[in-house]
Structure formats: structure tokens, C-alpha cells
């Protein structure tokens, strides 16, 4: 089953996993199919982001930000991501993604996916900046204010010292790329 097998099933099962709450989890269930793998027979790692892409969207359609942002010309992008394998998922191993958006600050998200092999042991953790662009004023919005307009009042919780970690390292790695124009 490809990206968007995978995509229609998730997008017809949102309603009976009913809507986002802050602070809560996306749990997907997959198998490791002969489409996933590497010629290790274990999960490609481009297919990691594209399930994480999975549990992001799922996030996004439940907490309402996918109809909200279309009504207002606002556009979700990702900024960065970090990613550590632990385990493999090998070929036809069933496993979960676990996703949920951990924090904010300013204009970006921080978001985490988990893999979770059938056995409870994480097989890989994702980290995620992402930002929510508004097409018609050409800037980035600010996380609270997305928020607000989701009909939330949920404040962040202050960055763990790894999150810090990772968004300091992002902002480097993303001045290196624009220098390098």
C-alpha cells in the first residue's frame, strides 16, 4: 500500500479516532510492506518521513488546521527535521507512528514521531520545526495565533533542553543553506 492507500485510510478513519486534543497523540498502525524497503529488507529511510508526513496530516486534519488554513490562505510547512534510528522495522514487522505536536514557540511548531515496534520498543524518533505561512500577508504566523483561531486556549510548555538543542541546531543548518546561495 503506497503513500495515498495509506493516506485515504487515514483520511476515512479520522472521524471514529475523533479530533485533536493539545497535548494528546496520532496513533497510525503500518506494516512494513515490499514497497517500504532498502535492499537491507528493513524500512527505507525516506519512508520514515513519508509516515511521518502520515501521522503530521492526521494531527493537522483532526485539531482543524487543515480546513482552517484553507479558508484562510494559510499554507503548513515543515522547516526541519531531525531523525535517530534505534531499531530496524523489518520487512512485513507491524509498527505504530506516534505523533504529536509537543510545543511552540514564536512561529514554529515542534512536533515528534515515534516509531513503535509491535513489542512497545521505539524503533526511530523523528523531532519537527514546522511553521504555519499565511499566503496573503507573506509571513509566518505566530504559533498562538493559529492556535487561538483553532477555538484553543492551550498555552506551550516551555522547550526541553533537546528541543532547545534541536532548534538552535536547525537555525544554524538553515542560515548555512541560505548562505550558500
Request: glycine share 8%.
Given at each position: 500500500?503506497?503513500?495515498?492507500?495509506?493516506?485515504?485510510?487515514?483520511?476515512?478513519?479520522?472521524?471514529?479516532r475523533g479530533p485533536y486534543?493539545?497535548?494528546?497523540?496520532?496513533?497510525?498502525?503500518?506494516?512494513?510492506?515490499?514497497?517500504?524497503?532498502?535492499?537491507?529488507?528493513?524500512?527505507?529511510?525516506?519512508?520514515?518521513?513519508?509516515?511521518?508526513?502520515?501521522?503530521?496530516?492526521?494531527?493537522?486534519?483532526?485539531?482543524?488546521?487543515?480546513?482552517?488554513?484553507?479558508?484562510?490562505?494559510?499554507?503548513?510547512?515543515?522547516?526541519?527535521?531531525?531523525?535517530?534510528?534505534?531499531?530496524?522495522?523489518?520487512?512485513?514487522?507491524?509498527?505504530?507512528?506516534?505523533?504529536?505536536?509537543?510545543?511552540?514557540?514564536?512561529?514554529?511548531?515542534?512536533?515528534?514521531?515515534?516509531?513503535?515496534?509491535?513489542?512497545?520498543?521505539?524503533?526511530?524518533?523523528?523531532?519537527?520545526?514546522?511553521?504555519?505561512?499565511?499566503?496573503?500577508?507573506?509571513?509566518?504566523?505566530?504559533?498562538?495565533?493559529?492556535?487561538?483561531?483553532?477555538?484553543?486556549?492551550?498555552?506551550?510548555?516551555?522547550?526541553?533542553?533537546?528541543?532547545?538543542?534541536?532548534?538552535?541546531?536547525?537555525?544554524?543548518?538553515?542560515?548555512?543553506?541560505?548562505?550558500?546561495?
Open positions: 500500500m503506497y503513500v495515498w492507500a495509506r493516506m485515504a485510510r487515514m483520511l476515512a478513519t479520522t472521524r471514529s486534543v493539545m497535548g494528546g497523540e496520532s496513533r497510525l498502525g503500518f506494516r512494513c510492506l515490499p514497497t517500504d524497503i532498502d535492499f537491507n529488507v528493513h524500512l527505507n529511510n525516506a519512508r520514515y518521513m513519508m509516515l511521518a508526513d502520515l501521522g503530521r496530516i492526521d494531527l493537522f486534519v483532526r485539531a482543524g488546521l487543515i480546513r482552517l488554513a484553507r479558508k484562510n490562505g494559510w499554507a503548513p510547512m515543515m522547516g526541519g527535521l531531525q531523525v535517530v534510528y534505534a531499531r530496524e522495522i523489518r520487512l512485513w514487522r507491524r509498527f505504530e507512528v506516534v505523533s504529536s505536536i509537543e510545543t511552540w514557540e514564536g512561529t514554529q511548531v515542534i512536533g515528534k514521531h515515534r516509531f513503535v515496534l509491535d513489542n512497545g520498543e521505539t524503533a526511530a524518533l523523528i523531532l519537527t520545526t514546522a511553521g504555519v505561512y499565511d499566503r496573503k500577508a507573506r509571513r509566518f504566523l505566530e504559533i498562538d495565533e493559529v492556535v487561538t483561531a483553532l477555538g484553543r486556549a492551550v498555552n506551550p510548555r516551555p522547550p526541553t533542553q533537546e528541543e532547545q538543542i534541536f532548534m538552535t541546531s536547525h537555525r544554524g543548518l538553515r542560515s548555512l543553506a541560505k548562505a550558500a546561495d
